[in-house]
């Protein structure tokens, strides 16, 4: 058939040389026998034994390609306007990857097509050109622009602030102009050949010749349905018949249909795509809708503001439509390429960030054409904002392809985030079942499986994923993630570095995006990467804030940020954030009266400041543990409080206590962000709102970029900056970037204001977080961004830290509020009180004025040398008030008690180090230290926890690779406790070891209450997560006089300061926080080895401290050794009963339970156990470990009063002695030295100390929020002023001493809030009213 085609073909042009379609057939013929080359050489591909091919094929593919090029070229030379030759060149070349010379082939034929039309009716001559104002120019037509942009109705279609859109309507409004002209044009041709042909049907009625008809000759067609395909049309030979060629010339151009040129223009626009050319591809794609009717200039409008459009079209009419087609399939239209067309501009814009026009688009895509892809891109879109709507859109591609794997993946992700997780997983399931490599799914049911805590089982899915496909970022993430969780350090450090690079990476790529690109690591992952550099973790905030922003502006509810009247405080060249944002956001001049809100002000207290919380964790959660208190303790004279939920009741009575607590209580579960937006800003009207969230699950952050309040303030739920404020600096990862060098001071204000009160409310739209509440320890003010360097910061040489490639850059971009003692608010003393134990209560005195009697007759009768060994207290304990022993007692023996429950085989001379965090806070570094720890101090036990169990096995075999087995063997897992329980058992340890990279942070409040010390080490000056454990231990107290006659202290900790004159109270030298904060980690391991080896063990008479004695005592029935053995056996008898009720209440009282001795021998001599020696650990410590068996070892006890003491006899921990001078004792083991004298400071003192003053930390945040609304009214008013708006009537806070600042040169962008330490809940009827000093 080829060889007949070329050989008839040939002769043609023997006869014609000039014969265009003769060339053109004979091209279509080489590409065909080149492609029947290709097929063959694929069948032998697979069916060669070496999978090799023909060469010669290969040889005779190519030389086939090479002739029907040249032949397609010589039909277009002899032949310009050959458009089958020309679209057949364009594929030929286009399908070897020659894709620009493609481009030029259409556009070649395109402009000889359209050069019958007037220059206002062509298409061809529009170029994108990036230099240009609106990114396009019209060749031929230069001020076609600006003549469009005199006409009221292009303006009005205009967004008039985003200059994206805007161009692309003035696009798509300049094409529209140009094919309504070339429609028109048609119009009148095709009216004067109808003229011209009435008058010559007229001529020739009465002479007519018989050839006239005779318009083409054979083989010739106007080729009116050609849609690419090669079909021959003769030439001319007679070049010298002039009318003939006149009338050839019409039919080539009448001949470019709609439908050709919308292939051309769609062929054109799919290679500028294939190049990244997509603003060119843009282009080519608009001409092409336009030119079958798709009004893109409603499209546009629908989508221009930002919002997602209304949907068009729906699910069920999409099927509908179907059906209808299927049985009429000419009644459409368009056609499958229109509709492809339409995805693939969706997804330009969808790349750009623009989601409302990618919906418009999709939606008009669906209407044309349905398929899988356009609904699962849709829905994808559609997810974060109408979720259910998107799920029917994945459930109707599913039913248009049930093996779509990425339908299945999106729906089970989308259902998942409605809450149904099992049907989530199994879409997971699905997708991988019918694909068992597609790492998408893989991944995402490996996130599910993290979330539930089967983090292994995520581990090895992710390690799925990633073999099939190595740089899968998402992946990669979360796999290190998981690994850190169950502390598995295989490739740790190569991991973080190269998260460390991808961050880099991300940061530098997506810098020039609207809005800038957000890494994968998120903020609250930073807590743990010590790869991670002060400016990457910085940044990394500083994108979500930009990019929480953006949502917010993007929304149709959204106001939008009113202009200044003088537009230089509008349109800065330094924010925070992208200026298009910002630019967008300020859509409209000022006209609403309250520039720079969104909002309108709400009125100045008179006299109550309304105070709003928000969160999600109002429930049974670390943060309403700690703050469920705060809320009923504001001053309620001067503020309201409300309260918002993002969450539903789970009907805990922290739930209940914060309902009560506040004065309006809001569950906002379900609310959309307008709603709980409008609400707070228009309903409530609330000055400050408080984000008790942060960068945490379930925080809502859009709610504060659209700045519904006045003030916002940021505490407690995320430690560290939000980033959402100014920085006025590029990312820049070079290894010499360094913000300390030269004395940097921090921003100054901006040049175009000279007053930093009015640069801030201009400065306003660029920051939706303006304080966050700290201290000088967690946030240092030399890491704050608008505080200048302290003095002695200015020179790099003077602090070594600076020199540091990781803390190279200033973090907080807010302003802070420095509290006197700890940002760290805790309700520990209102909420965790413990109930007395009642078998310790039976026997304890507990009378103070019965044992002040007794006090006084010991010391009466006995000297300093033998008064321990008689009263059973220490010399050092003799100061304590008749109440303080009590409580001190009553400590003792709670703790002895709850330790051999807990641990019925330690040794009584064992320190116990513990680490309550979770794993994943535990790094090798500090791991390695607490195993350095444990060689130091054979009689040690590291206590952790097994959260989650899977990484127990870790770390165990870690111990093991690392200080041996028989080190290993001292690290011991419990379960996790329920959380009063936790915090009552925290009095077991010794000392707390703290992990560094993230601290305990409720934790450490928690462990603190108990009485426990704790050694942290503040390792960063920038990463307020590793600085909160030393806020709360320098919250503590100090030593007073009394104390240090026994007690030892030690000098400030390196890590901290210096302090500023506003917080010198810090370098107080008696200071609780010395002892328990360190300045590296060879100081954090001595200090842990000193505490640990100060203690001691000795047997302490505690018979004077029962009620059996101080009532014989007073009643004179101790004069004889048996009168005091009597008592013993009475104290013994009590403890006896106390065993059986609890027996009995735990059903252990059966024959087979092993019978304790209630009545001993009161003969018996029993010596100081300790050289006997106590039951010995367990030293075969794996994974089945004897002392974790919960027959023999609770871990978890529900109640604290399962374990009797009369076990403790049995133990030998309390015995009965013979003493020459004081007869019987009944002695206890109890441990003496710096440490315990450390934990009775700490116990003792719990209630007064600041770090546990709930009331006191309320008045001082109530001092600081006056503070911000003095300097907000006062910069407010000078603000109305200039914006000539109206000024607020004046509220009750102002007493004009707001000090005005003097040096312009010393003005920087600074509000930080330094809190008085004289603040003080003073009036308890009012909780927490204060009044500070006036002197």
Known sequence: MYKASIIYNNRILKIDSRFSEAYSNLGTTYKAMAQECQNKNKVIDGNHPNGKSSGDDQEDSAKYLEYAEECYRTA????????????????????????????????????????????????????????????????????????????????????????????DIL???????????????????????????????????????????????????????????????????????????????????????????????????NLYYALN????????????????????????????????????????????????????????????????????????????????????????????????????????????????????????????????????????????????????????????????????????????????GKVEDAIELYCRALKVKPDFIEAFCNYVNSLLFVCNWRDRNENLHKISSIVDKQLMETKDQVPKGVPTVLPFHTFTYS????????????????????????????????????????????????????????????????????????????????????????????????????????????????????????????????????????????????????RIALVDKIHVLVNLNGYTKGGKNEIFAARPCPIQIATMGFAGTMGAGNIDREYDPSPDYNEYTNGSEGPKISEEEEDPDLDWFDRLPDRWMDYLVGDEISCPPDTVISEPLSHDMKSVADREIRNDPLQNAKMFTESIVYMPQSFFVNDHRQGFREENDPEIEDILETDPNRLQLVDMNIKAATNEKNFERFSGDLLEEDYLTMDEKIRWRREQLKRVKMRHELFPNLKEDTVIYANFNQLYKIDPLIFNTWLNILKRMKNSILWLLRFPPSGENNLRQYARNYAGDEVASR????????????????????????????????????????????ITYPKYQFKMCSRVAASVAYATGAWNERD?????????????????????????????????????????????????????????????????????????????????????????????????????????????????????????????????????????????????????????????????????????????????????????????????????????????????????????????????MKRWENGYKKLCQREKQQVPRPSSLIDNSYPPIDKPEDRTLSRSIWVPEEVQAIDLRYDNYYMPNQN
Request: glycine share 4%; proline share 6%.
């Open 277 to 452: 050319n997509f603003e060119s591809a843009k282009l080519e794609y608009f001409k092409g809708l336009i030119t079958i009717g798709v009004d893109l200039i409603e499209l546009m409008n629908s989508a221009k503001n930002g919002t997602l459009p209304t949907p068009t079209i729906n699910p069920q009419k999409v099927l509908a439509a179907l059906r209808y087609h299927s049985q009429n399939p000419e009644s459409s239209p368009y056609n499958h390429s229109s509709s492809s067309i339409l995805q693939t501009l969706a997804k330009i814009y969808q790349d750009v960030h623009l989601p409302s026009v990618a919906v418009a688009f999709y939606y008009l895509s669906l209407k044309m054409y349905p398929t899988a892809n356009t609904c699962n891109n849709l829905g994808i879109l559609l997810s974060s904002q109408r979720l259910e709507e998107s799920i029917h859109w994945y459930e109707l591609g599913l039913n248009l392809d049930p093996n779509h794997v990425h339908l299945y993946t999106n729906l089970g992700s989308a259902l998942k985030d409605r809450g149904m997780v099992t049907e989530g997983i199994q879409c997971y399931q699905q997708a991988i079942r019918i694909q068992p490599d597609f790492f998408i799914a893989l991944a995402n049911l490996a996130n599910v499986y993290k979330d539930m």
């Open 971 to 1014: 690290v011991i897992f419990t379960d996790v406790a329920p959380k009063h329980m936790h915090i009552y058992r925290g009095r077991i340890a010794d000392i707390f070891l703290d992990t560094v990279e993230c601290n305990a942070h409720t934790t450490a409040a928690d462990i603190l209450w108990s009485g426990t010390p704790i």
């Open 171 to 269: 696009f798509v409004i300049s094409l529209a102009k140009i094919e309504d002209n070339r429609k028109k044009f048609v119009e009148l041709q095709k009216l004067a050949k109808e003229q011209e042909a009435q008058a010559q049907g007229q001529s020739t009625s009465t002479s007519s010749t018989p050839n006239s008809t005779h318009s083409k000759r054979s083989g010739e067609s106007d080729n009116t349905n050609n849609n690419g395909n090669i079909n021959g049309i003769s030439g001319s030979s007679n070049h010298n018949n002039s009318h003939h060629h006149h009338r050839r010339h019409h039919r080539e151009n009448n001949s470019f249909t709609n439908k050709k040129r919308c292939d051309l223009y769609f062929a054109k626009g």
């Open 1044 to 1268: 240090l006659k026994y007690s030892y202290h030690t000098v400030p900790c390196t890590a901290i300061g210096p302090f500023s004159e506003k917080a010198q109270s810090k370098n107080d030298p008696n200071l609780l926080g010395h002892e328990m904060v360190v300045g590296s980690y060879k100081e954090y391991e001595d200090r842990a080895v000193e505490l640990g080896m100060s203690m001691t063990w000795t047997s302490r008479n505690i018979t004077t401290w029962t009620k059996e004695y101080t009532h014989a005592f007073i009643n004179h029935q101790i004069n004889k050794p048996d009168d005091q053995m009597t008592l013993i056996q009475n104290i013994f008898n009590h403890l006896s009963i106390h065993q059986q009720n609890q027996n009995h209440n735990t059903n252990l009282n059966h024959p087979n339970h092993p019978n304790q001795n209630p009545n001993p021998n009161p003969n018996q001599n029993q010596n100081q156990m300790m050289a006997n020696g106590v039951n010995s650990i367990n030293n075969n410590n794996n994974n089945n470990n004897n002392n974790n068996n919960n027959s023999q070892n609770p871990q978890n006890p529900q109640n604290p009063n399962t374990f009797s003491m009369i076990n403790l006899y049995k133990k030998n921990v309390l015995s009965i002695t013979q003493n020459p001078s004081t007869g019987p004792q009944l002695e206890i083991l109890l441990p003496q030295g710096s440490l315990v004298a450390l934990r009775r400071k700490l116990f003792l003192t719990r209630d007064q100390m600041p770090l546990f003053h709930t009331a006191r930390w309320v008045a001082q945040l109530e001092y600081a929020v006056t503070e911000m």
């Open 531 to 678: 790869s991670l550099t002060a400016q990457q973790i910085r940044e990394i905030s500083h994108r979500n804030a930009d990019r929480v922003l953006w949502n917010v502006i993007a929304s149709d509810w959204f106001p939008g940020f009113p202009r200044s009247i003088l537009d230089k405080y509008s349109l800065r060249s330094n924010n925070v954030l992208s200026t298009t944002i910002t630019s967008t956001a300020s859509a409209t001049v000022n006209g609403n009266g309250h520039y720079p809100y969104p909002y309108p002000i709400p009125p100045l207290p008179e006299p109550h400041i309304r105070i709003g919380y928000l969160s999600s964790d109002f429930n049974n959660h670390p943060l309403a543990h700690l703050m469920q208190s705060v809320f009923g303790m504001h001053d309620r004279r001067r503020f309201q409080v409300y309260c918002y939920s993002l969450s539903p009741s789970d009907q805990s009575q922290y739930r209940h206590t914060i309902e009560r607590g506040a004065d309006y209580f809001v569950d906002m579960n379900n609310w959309s962000i307008k709603d709980i937006v409008e």
């Open 76 to 167: 277009i030379k002899i032949r310009p306007k050959y458009w089958d030759a020309s679209i057949n060149l364009a594929i030929l070349v286009s399908s070897q990857g020659r894709w620009k010379e493609a481009i030029e082939v259409y556009q070649t034929i395109e402009s000889l097509m359209e050069n019958d039309y007037p220059e206002n009716a062509r298409m061809d001559h529009l170029k994108m050109d990036p230099n240009q104002p609106h990114g396009f120019i019209n060749e031929i037509v230069p001020d076609m622009i600006e003549q469009l942009l005199q006409d009221p109705y292009v303006t009005s279609q205009l967004t008039g602030g985003n200059n994206r859109m805007d161009n």
